[in-house]
């Protein structure tokens, strides 16, 4: 991905990795790949604990409301999904997925019409049980192709984009094997979801303002709303040390941004003052720094 500032101005060639974590840009409504997997791979978390709360049915007399329990869940988390922009390069693996998805959904949908029809509740899941577990293999691949971390992985669930693989079986037709989760585990995804957002906005409003600057001066003028910016995204990043959400990939991911965010705070604050200043050399100075710390950030983002 090209890092090409937009304006010559020497200085703020920094602005190609902060406009990189803060969305690649302030020029687009999509979220950076970093951004996407970790939005999409914490609204499966928050869709698993969820689900790994419902009651587990244990006779077939049960199976009909155990899926009208779960189908609700997975069509929230599927509107999630779609409310999200990832970049252009993951774009059509992403729907592709969701289309997937669409397609179990319309199977248990069809699950839940022939059981309140009075259909035979064992014939019922047996019938569709290949069927929906095949588009889950697919969507499984889809996932790993997106590099997502808790979707379509055994981690947190056997989940595909979140959503239940083996949404028939036998014995439990629509439940998870998330791992254990207390019952603010969904509260807590929520908040991770929430948080992450936030600070990614803030960022991007950071990058924006700064890489549409043309000159020293004009940077100067626009130190005010990016430092707000800044605290917004000190404000969110500080959220994420309160909480704990009980899935090991999204809370190594959590305490990482948690220890990263306020280094990018700090250089991009002295990047700032620089730039208030009106001081050219020192901006020019703190590039080298902006762009490891940025990309310590990233790491944290992404596990690597």
């Known amino acids: 991905m090209s890092l090409v500032p937009r304006r010559p101005l020497a200085?703020?060639?920094?602005?190609?990795a902060v406009a990189l974590i803060a969305g690649?840009?302030?020029?687009?409504?999509?979220?950076?790949?970093?951004?996407?997997?970790?939005?999409?791979?914490?609204i499966c978390a928050d869709y698993n604990s969820q689900a790994d709360q419902l009651a587990e049915p244990t006779q077939p007399s049960e199976f009909l409301a155990s899926l009208k329990e779960i189908v609700p869940l997975q069509a929230s988390q599927l509107d999630k999904l779609k409310e999200l922009e990832p970049p252009s390069e993951l774009s059509g693996?992403?729907?592709?997925?969701?289309?997937?998805?669409?397609r179990q959904a319309g199977v248990l949908d069809t699950a839940?019409?022939?059981?309140?029809?009075?259909?035979?509740?064992?014939?019922?899941?047996?019938?569709?049980?290949?069927?929906?577990?095949?588009i889950g293999d697919e969507a499984d691949a889809k996932a790993e192709e997106l590099g997502l971390k808790v979707c379509g992985t055994d981690d947190a669930g056997d989940t595909s984009d979140g959503t239940d693989t083996s949404a028939a079986p036998t014995t439990a037709p629509a439940t998870t094997e998330a791992a254990p989760a207390t019952t603010s585990a969904a509260t807590g995804t929520?908040?991770?979801?929430?948080?992450?957002?936030?600070a990614a906005g803030a960022l991007s409003e950071f990058?924006?303002?700064?890489?549409?600057?043309?000159?020293?001066?004009d940077l100067k003028s626009k130190v005010p709303g990016a430092r707000a910016s800044l605290d917004t995204f000190d404000a969110a990043i500080s959220k994420l040390e309160g909480y704990s959400l009980g899935i090991p990939r999204l809370d190594e991911q959590r305490e990482g941004l948690a220890e990263t965010g306020p280094?990018?705070?700090?250089?991009?604050?002295?990047?700032?003052?620089?730039?208030?200043?009106?001081?050219?050399a020192a901006v020019q100075a703190?590039?080298?720094?902006?762009?490891?710390?940025?990309?310590e950030f990233q790491s944290a983002a992404t596990g690597t």
């Open 11 to 16: 200085g703020l060639a920094a602005l190609g």
């Open 24 to 42: 690649c840009g302030g020029g687009s409504d999509s979220l950076s790949a970093e951004e996407f997997r970790t939005q999409a791979d914490a």
């Open 93 to 102: 693996t992403f729907d592709e997925a969701l289309a997937l998805l669409d």
């Open 112 to 134: 839940v019409e022939r059981l309140e029809g009075g259909e035979d509740p064992e014939a019922v899941l047996n019938d569709i049980a290949t069927e929906a577990g095949s």
């Open 190 to 198: 929520e908040a991770y979801v929430a948080d992450v957002q936030a």
């Open 207 to 217: 990058g924006t303002v700064l890489s549409t600057s043309t000159g020293i001066e």
């Open 263 to 280: 280094k990018v705070s700090d250089v991009l604050r002295r990047f700032l003052d620089a730039a208030a200043a009106g001081d050219l």
């Open 286 to 295: 703190l590039v080298p720094e902006v762009t490891s710390t940025i990309g």
